[in-house]
């Protein structure tokens, strides 16, 4: 009964730890969401595995490039849902010349960063 009783609390405890998890909020703008799954389909060139974006890839900047001027402080949360995204899972570093080359082959001008590490308060 006792031992019943005990794993019973600490079920709960646990339960009320996930659902409590202050990161929950603390490092998720809701924007994010949209932004990375986004972006993802962008990342297997600018990692250098394939030699061009995709169709999907070049279209979601488009997208992304007209929705970011419609969020408040837009620029800046773009840049630091990416940076948080790419520090969220393995992946080989992001190149330079490919992020560079998004503009040429996606024929777009992005107004947001990409980047592994960038302190995008400073935008
Ligand atoms: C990125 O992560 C940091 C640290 O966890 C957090 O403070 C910040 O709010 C996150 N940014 C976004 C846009 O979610």
Redesign the pocket.
Known sequence: MTTKYLLAFVTLIIVLVILINP?NA????P??KDVNSRFKTCEIFVVGITPFPSHTCCNNLIIMNDNVKCEYDGVR?YC??I??FSNSHDHLPYLQDRIGQLYIFCDIHLSFPISERMDCSKL
């Not at 603390?26 to 703008?29: E, I, P, R």
């Open positions: 990161c603390c490092n998720k703008d924007i994010c949360r630091s849902c940076v948080n």
